[in-house]
């Protein structure tokens, strides 16, 4: 029993069942934790390192602790990406969990046709069956889309971020122009520093590269944008090495990117864009956070609309200042604001002078900023505005101040499966009951977002006192709001199935995604189940009882 040749634990087929052994308890431990709750769907696909699409599925849902929780299911291979393929697909996984469609209270998928789609879309076969899936379209994806028009949509700032893409690709298309770029910012930092302009520290001043922008990844173009103002004077003196060690087309790009990168236009734009990049950023990254919530989601956006309005009513001449101040130092030329262009072929036609003031202002500032308020009117009240009404009336910020019992009670009859008759002729005197409470508890002072109240009421026990609140609470919360958890499957997916192990099973890789990925899950289970289950398969029973 004890020969080498029985010790088959490194063996493959061992080794895969006990992986699929561990991501089994892994997933029951996460039903047990939903139990009969509602829930929500997020799903994407993508292909792997093996040209094999992958549909990664990811349930949201209000534990028992009014904590809003996202948790990985499963990665499925699909044949195609068409609507009925990918409806199949989930039919399939919700019935070998148990997952009825019934309690399904929400969907999360991009803009795709084949997932959006009104009449044949992912979103409307799951809605034919329960019209309360109500689908919201990631609203990270959503504010993607609105900076990539402000850069399609406007002429000027197009033609700015071609410009940057041909500086970062020019600068870093070689290792010997990489290598001088990196020196160059290295010597001109250490002078930095001796002579205490700039500090050190962790983090800081350590940037020595530009950073290559990515088309799907917009928070890189505010990185790029920085690392360009930074690095500007070793940019001047590394673009024009191509000059002299290029060819013909690469002498000819690099003189005439210096000589962009050297007008007042070319600052103007690269700190506007940097500025409404930090603006936009910011919510980006707030919005992929697990636990966000669409009543807190719409009231990030509504800010960021009242900072770009705040930007454009009185943020160019501050900016003009700011763009000043970089020609100065860097030795730019300077434009007098108050001169007439008339050098411009647009103006001849219309036989109209206007000065560079009413250009850049106008014609530049005002008009990106604006693009970007249309577009985030536009895309992002498509999700159903009465519901987002009626729910922003649970924001318990300043003191439950947008509470409305009679929208509220409008709220229960959107709902009417989950509130019965007898519950919605209650609930308007639980929610009069209710704010009279909140308000005059102490325990509710201070709470801003709806995931904290929710929690301070299961806390309080409160859940048990207003049921009916809670349960419009719990709905809420379970809108889907961004499908970064699903992003970030796929980015474990390209660690576990690389080009060296590009040969690796969908089941395997799947069991070994769900034990990766939720990976504090898989801490909770015990060892026993686990070796229990992997005991008990077909296939172990079968060399036991050849040994024996």
Same mark, same amino acid.
């Given at each position: 029993m004890?020969?080498?040749?029985n010790?088959?634990?490194?063996a493959?087929?061992?080794?895969?069942?006990?992986?699929n052994a561990?991501?089994?308890?892994?997933?029951n431990?996460?039903?047990?934790?939903?139990?009969d709750? /509602?829930?929500?769907?997020l799903?994407?696909?993508?292909?792997d390192c093996?040209?094999?699409?992958?549909?990664a599925?990811?349930?949201?849902?209000?534990n028992?602790?009014?904590?809003?929780?996202?948790?990985f +299911?499963?990665?499925?291979?699909?044949?195609?990406?068409t609507?009925?393929c990918?409806?199949?697909?989930?039919?399939?996984?919700?019935?070998k969990?148990?997952?009825?469609?019934?309690?399904l209270?929400?969907?999360?998928?991009?803009?795709?046709?084949n997932?959006?789609?009104e009449?044949?879309?992912?979103k409307?076969?799951? +809605?034919?069956?329960?019209?309360?899936?109500?689908?919201v379209?990631?609203? =990270?994806?959503?504010?993607?889309?609105v900076v990539? =028009?402000v850069a399609q =949509?406007?002429?000027?700032?197009c033609?700015?971020? /071609?410009?940057? $893409?041909?500086?970062?690709? =020019?600068?870093?298309?070689?290792?010997?122009r990489?290598?001088?770029?990196?020196?160059?910012e290295?010597?001109?930092?250490?002078?930095?520093?001796?002579?205490g302009?700039?500090?050190s520290?962790? $983090?800081?001043?350590?940037?020595?590269?530009?950073?290559?922008?990515?088309?799907?990844? /917009?928070?890189?173009?505010?990185?790029?944008?920085?690392?360009?103002?930074?690095m /500007?004077?070793s940019?001047?003196?590394?673009?024009?090495?191509?000059?002299?060690?290029?060819d013909?087309s690469?002498k *000819?790009?690099s003189?005439t990117?210096?000589e962009?990168?050297?007008?007042?236009?070319?600052?103007?734009?690269?700190?506007l864009?940097?500025r409404?990049?930090?603006?936009?950023?910011?919510l980006s990254?707030?919005?992929?956070?697990?636990?966000?919530?669409?009543?807190?989601?719409?009231?990030?956006i509504?800010?960021?609309? &009242?900072?770009?309005?705040k930007?454009r009513?009185?943020?160019?001449?501050i900016?003009l200042e700011?763009?000043?101040?970089?020609c100065?130092t860097?030795?730019?030329?300077?434009?007098?604001?108050?001169?007439?262009i008339?050098?411009?072929s647009?103006?001849?036609?219309d036989?109209k002078n206007?000065?560079f &003031?009413?250009y850049?202002?106008?014609?530049?500032?005002?008009?990106?900023i604006d693009i970007?308020?249309?577009?985030?009117d536009?895309?992002?009240?498509e999700t159903t505005i009465?519901?987002?009404?009626y +729910?922003?009336c649970?924001d318990?910020?300043?003191s439950?101040s947008r509470?409305? #019992?009679q929208?509220?009670?409008?709220?229960?009859?959107?709902?009417e499966?989950?509130f019965?008759?007898s519950?919605? +002729?209650?609930v308007?005197q639980?929610?009069?009951?209710?704010?009279?409470?909140?308000?005059?508890?102490e325990?509710?002072? *201070?709470?801003?977002?709806? $995931?904290?109240?929710?929690?301070?009421?299961?806390?309080?026990m409160?859940n048990?006192?207003f049921?009916?609140v809670y349960?419009?609470i719990?709905?809420?919360?379970?809108?889907?709001?961004?499908?970064?958890?699903?992003?970030?499957v796929?980015?474990a997916?390209n660690?576990v199935?690389?080009?060296l192990?590009n040969?690796i099973?969908?089941?395997w890789?799947?069991?070994?995604?769900v034990?990766?990925?939720?990976?504090? #899950?898989?801490?909770?289970?015990d060892?026993?189940?686990?070796?229990?289950?992997?005991?008990?398969m077909?296939s172990?029973?079968?060399?036991?009882?050849r040994i024996r």
């Amino acid at each position: 029993m004890n020969a080498l040749g029985n010790n088959q634990m490194i063996a493959p087929k061992i080794q895969k069942q006990l992986v699929n052994a561990c991501a089994v308890e892994t997933t029951n431990a996460i039903l047990v934790d939903l139990r009969d709750r /509602w829930f929500t769907l997020l799903l994407d696909e993508a292909r792997d390192c093996s040209v094999k699409e992958q549909m990664a599925v990811v349930i949201r849902y209000v534990n028992k602790h009014g904590e809003v929780i996202e948790r990985f +299911m499963a990665v499925v291979h699909v044949a195609t990406t068409t609507a009925a393929c990918l409806k199949e697909a989930i039919d399939s996984l919700f019935a070998k969990y148990g997952l009825p469609v019934a309690r399904l209270r929400g969907q999360g998928y991009d803009g795709a046709s084949n997932m959006s789609g009104e009449f044949n879309g992912l979103k409307s076969l799951i +809605m034919n069956e329960n019209p309360y899936a109500l689908y919201v379209h990631c609203f =990270a994806h959503q504010l993607q889309l609105v900076v990539i =028009a402000v850069a399609q =949509a406007n002429q000027y700032v197009c033609n700015f971020m /071609w410009i940057v $893409g041909s500086i970062v690709n =020019a600068s870093a298309s070689s290792c010997k122009r990489a290598d001088k770029l990196r020196q160059l910012e290295h010597d001109r930092k250490v002078k930095l520093l001796e002579r205490g302009d700039i500090s050190s520290g962790r $983090g800081l001043n350590q940037e020595t590269s530009l950073a290559r922008p990515g088309d799907t990844q /917009w928070g890189s173009h505010h990185s790029t944008l920085c690392r360009i103002e930074q690095m /500007w004077p070793s940019v001047i003196e590394v673009l024009p090495n191509l000059i002299d060690d290029g060819d013909r087309s690469s002498k *000819g790009l690099s003189r005439t990117l210096v000589e962009r990168m050297e007008r007042y236009e070319f600052v103007f734009i690269l700190l506007l864009i940097k500025r409404i990049f930090v603006i936009t950023n910011h919510l980006s990254t707030v919005l992929q956070e697990k636990d966000q919530n669409i009543v807190n989601a719409m009231h990030l956006i509504n800010n960021v609309k &009242y900072k770009l309005q705040k930007l454009r009513d009185s943020g160019c001449d501050i900016l003009l200042e700011d763009v000043k101040k970089f020609c100065n130092t860097h030795s730019i030329e300077i434009i007098n604001m108050t001169d007439n262009i008339n050098s411009r072929s647009r103006l001849k036609r219309d036989r109209k002078n206007v000065n560079f &003031y009413h250009y850049y202002h106008v014609e530049i500032f005002c008009e990106a900023i604006d693009i970007i308020l249309q577009e985030m009117d536009s895309r992002f009240y498509e999700t159903t505005i009465d519901l987002l009404i009626y +729910m922003s009336c649970l924001d318990p910020r300043n003191s439950f101040s947008r509470f409305d #019992v009679q929208k509220l009670v409008r709220l229960t009859h959107f709902y009417e499966d989950d509130f019965s008759w007898s519950e919605r +002729m209650l609930v308007e005197q639980e929610l009069e009951t209710y704010i009279d409470d909140v308000i005059s508890d102490e325990w509710f002072e *201070g709470i801003s977002d709806l $995931g904290d109240l929710a929690k301070k009421m299961i806390e309080t026990m409160k859940n048990r006192v207003f049921p009916l609140v809670y349960r419009m609470i719990e709905l809420a919360l379970l809108l889907p709001v961004a499908t970064a958890t699903v992003e970030r499957v796929f980015s474990a997916m390209n660690i576990v199935k690389t080009d060296l192990r590009n040969m690796i099973g969908d089941e395997w890789m799947n069991d070994s995604l769900v034990v990766y990925i939720e990976k504090d #899950v898989f801490n909770t289970v015990d060892n026993e189940p686990i070796l229990q289950r992997f005991q008990n398969m077909e296939s172990r029973r079968m060399q036991l009882s050849r040994i024996r």
